[in-house]
């Protein structure tokens, strides 16, 4: 497969609640593609977003969108009519993994062990709770960890939850309601079908959610984890099993909850995120920089391997 250089569009921005990360996970990815001597071409997404690409007729298309609906299949659908090569996850996969119940059924079948959760309807919400008191709240297919809530005994949401509480029921019709699983936040890239590494995240406050992610000084990131051997181990084969039964591409990143009190019956995925971050604070690229491998040079890696694919396609369809 030839370095280059490529003639590379970056899908950015958009309309999804996650368009300030998008942002800032595509600048730095055109800025590290521009420094190695690609042609970049930026393009924000909008309703001229296949105009715009038609016109730039790019080698490859690398997908920085966070979110509906640059992550849920839809611009992977509109990619792939178009026949333009593109980063990370295809169309099925992407529709799978955005959901968090249709990830479920695809992967707790498996061995993978997951929270066990129901959908609820908000209206039910403010007669009583779907689960005993401490459970989380979150939206099917956000990412982000955007709209989540964990409702406790002591939360100030009530018993029930007030219909005035602020919370993600004001904003979705129906929510997914999971145990809260005790313990510690961490996460593992994995690229190609090989893991990067584990992270532990130390939220300084509260719990890991939008603001926690992505603003500096608020979570502790502790690369690599500081966790025992076999369960750091264990972590990677379920990260990597993940990324291949829902046929992930590129770069994933799969996030988990540990109850250390359980040792290895204390895991659990939580999600798997098709197309993680690449702001200056996201997970993936510090877990390539531990393990030797720059920025620019891992956005080349994701480019190198969509046009591979490509090719790969091409052969077989001739």
Known sequence: MSRGPWHVAVLMGGPSSEREVSLNSGKGVADALESRGHRVTRIDLDKDVALKLSAAQPDVVFNALHGVPGEDGTVQGMLDLMGLPYTHSGLVTSVIAIDKELTKQALVP?????????????????DGDPLPRPYVLKPVNEGSSMGVAIVRDDSNYGSPIARDAVGPWQLFPSLLAEPFIKGRELTVGVMGHEAMGVTELQVKSGFYDYDAKYTAGLTQHICPAQIPADIAERMKQLAVQAHALLGCKGVSR???RWDDEHGLDGIFLLEVNTQPGMTPLSLVPEQAAANGMDYAELVERIVEEALSLSESRSEVCQ
């Not at 498996?110 to 403010?126: D, F, N, Q, S």
């Open 110 to 126: 498996h061995g993978i062990p997951m929270p066990v959760g129901k959908i609820v309807a908000c209206e039910t919400l403010y």
């Open 254 to 256: 799969s996030d988990f």
